[in-house]
Each structure stands twice: as C-alpha cells, then as structure tokens.
C-alpha cells in the first residue's frame, strides 16, 4: 500500500508540476542574480547578497524565498487532496473494500505527504545548488559567522537546511491531512490550509500577540538559517521540531478519530 500509495502520488501531474515550479524558483533567482550582479550587502532576503559569491547560498536564499509561500502551497496542495481527493473521484469507497482498514490507509496518506515535504525541499536546494554552481563561483564557505568551512561542508549544509526545512512542514501536512477528512471537496481542504498558513504567519508578525509566537506552527520556519553559523545552532531547529511534533500528534489524531467514523459514500 505505502509504494503503491507514494507511485500514485507522485506520478499526478499537478504534484509534477508543483515540484516544477519549486526547482524553477532557485533557477530563475540565480540567473537574476546573475544578470543584474545582485543586491548590495544587507538587501533582498537573506543569503541573496552572498549568492554572487558563493554558489552554496543559491540554494539556501532559494529556500528563503519558498518558504513563505511556494512550500507551504505545495504542501496545502497534496496534503488536503490526501482524502477530500479520493472521496470526490469516488475512489475512497473502493480504498477502503481492501483489508488494509482506514487507520492503515490514513497512516500511508500520512507518510507520503511526509515525504512529498521533504521531497518539496530537496528540490529546492539541489535546483539553487546546480545553478549556483554553474553561474557562481564555489569554493570554501563564509559561513555567518565570519568563518570559513570547506565547500563539501557548506553543500552539506544546504543539503541538511532542506531536511530541516521538510520536516517544518510536517504540522502543515498534519493540519492539511486533518481538514481533508472533513470534506469531500478537495479545493475546500487546500484552501483552508494555505489560509491557514497565512493567518498563522500574520499572527507571527503581530507583536501584540506575542505571547502565541512560540505556538505557531510558522514561527520556527526560518530557523535552518542557523546552519550556515559556525558552529551551527541547534535550539530553535530543536524547538521547531518539538512543536511539528505536537502538531502532528494533535491533528493526526483528529484525523484519525474522523477517519474512523466518517460515513464515506463515495
């Protein structure tokens, strides 16, 4: 079921295409940089300025400028198509004959989009790192610090951001799992998702409501900035990662309950 699941997945051509546009952010950044020779030190996101001068901070401004939107949509896109699609083609009645049982099909839905987010950030990186390369020039790393680290170092680096990077996503997919048991309508599921996103990065911004900061699921998102530090700084990667947790455990077992008691008539 799992490699039957993840085939199905990721062969639609909305999910090709999604990661698509993911490897052609990076790309297309890079040849900008590129050709207007880049911002001055301190302009655009962060890692933009540097990217003329290392290849290696191609990839990481790449995730910098997916972050806030195209990842998250992505992520919204496949994870509330999870069920919603399924019960809207009526292909879930016909999962469900099959002994694997609801609980095992959610868990397999659960890991594919997992996967999808850690696939969603891969992309990106390997895409920022080919271009980098090909228009920058890339030997030894200055890291934020003022350090310098071998090359090898800083590709595994921006290698590891986007492990860090996907497994951020994992409450959003938890949260996208969980709303798309509760509709049969799969453009409901992503739109509530990525509306979602938006609300929680706005509430992040608003200073008045500080004390929700530590809660929001977006709030830790930039925090596979500090691995281009020397050395790298784990606290806030390990604070992201213990609050993916509780939103995985929350809304997976929301979305497990639902599964398990939901009439599906299609």
């Given at each position: 079921?799992?490699?039957?699941?993840?085939?199905?997945?990721?062969?639609?051509?909305?999910?090709?295409?999604?990661?698509?546009?993911?490897?052609a952010?990076p790309?297309?950044?890079a040849?900008?940089?590129?050709?207007?020779?880049?911002?001055?030190?301190?302009?655009?996101?962060?890692?933009?300025?540097?990217?003329?001068h290392?290849?290696?901070?191609?990839?990481?401004?790449?995730?910098?400028?997916?972050?806030?939107?195209?990842?998250?949509?992505?992520?919204?896109?496949?994870a509330?198509?999870?069920?919603?699609?399924?019960?809207?083609?009526g292909?879930?009645?016909?999962?469900?004959?099959?002994?694997?049982?609801?609980?095992?099909?959610?868990?397999?839905?659960g890991?594919?989009?997992?996967?999808?987010?850690?696939?969603?950030?891969?992309?990106?990186?390997?895409?920022?790192?080919?271009?980098?390369?090909?228009?920058?020039?890339?030997?030894?790393?200055?890291?934020?610090s003022?350090?310098?680290?071998?090359?090898?170092?800083?590709?595994?680096?921006?290698?590891?951001?986007?492990?860090?990077?996907?497994?951020?996503?994992?409450?959003?997919?938890?949260?996208?799992?969980?709303?798309?048991?509760?509709?049969?309508?799969?453009?409901?599921?992503?739109?509530?998702?990525i509306?979602?996103?938006?609300?929680?990065?706005?509430?992040?911004?608003?200073?008045?409501?500080?004390?929700?900061h530590?809660?929001?699921?977006?709030?830790?998102?930039?925090?596979?900035?500090?691995?281009?530090?020397?050395?790298?700084?784990?606290?806030?990667?390990?604070k992201?990662?213990?609050?993916?947790?509780?939103?995985?455990?929350?809304?997976?077992?929301?979305?497990?309950?639902?599964?398990?008691?939901?009439?599906?008539?299609?």
């Amino acid at each position: 079921m799992w490699l039957v699941e993840a085939r199905t997945v990721f062969s639609r051509a909305r999910v090709r295409a999604l990661l698509a546009v993911l490897l052609a952010v990076p790309v297309f950044l890079a040849v900008a940089v590129y050709l207007a020779g880049g911002p001055r030190a301190g302009e655009g996101p962060t890692f933009l300025d540097r990217a003329s001068h290392n290849g290696v901070f191609t990839a990481l401004a790449g995730l910098v400028v997916t972050m806030p939107f195209f990842i998250p949509l992505s992520i919204s896109v496949v994870a509330g198509d999870a069920v919603a699609g399924e019960a809207n083609l009526g292909t879930l009645r016909y999962l469900l004959i099959r002994p694997a049982g609801r609980a095992r099909l959610l868990a397999a839905k659960g890991v594919v989009t997992a996967l999808f987010c850690l696939a969603a950030a891969v992309d990106v990186v390997l895409a920022g790192l080919v271009a980098g390369v090909i228009l920058f020039p890339h030997g030894p790393v200055v890291t934020l610090s003022g350090t310098t680290v071998p090359f090898l170092d800083g590709v595994g680096r921006a290698l590891l951001a986007s492990l860090v990077v996907g497994v951020s996503m994992f409450g959003l997919a938890a949260i996208g799992l969980f709303v798309s048991t509760l509709t049969d309508v799969p453009i409901a599921a992503m739109a509530v998702t990525i509306g979602l996103v938006i609300m929680s990065a706005i509430l992040d911004g608003v200073s008045q409501v500080a004390f929700l900061h530590p809660w929001l699921f977006t709030n830790y998102w930039t925090a596979f900035t500090d691995l281009a530090r020397d050395p790298m700084r784990w606290h806030l990667i390990w604070k992201d990662f213990l609050l993916q947790l509780g939103y995985v455990v929350v809304f997976g077992a929301g979305a497990w309950a639902r599964m398990l008691t939901r009439d599906v008539l299609a």
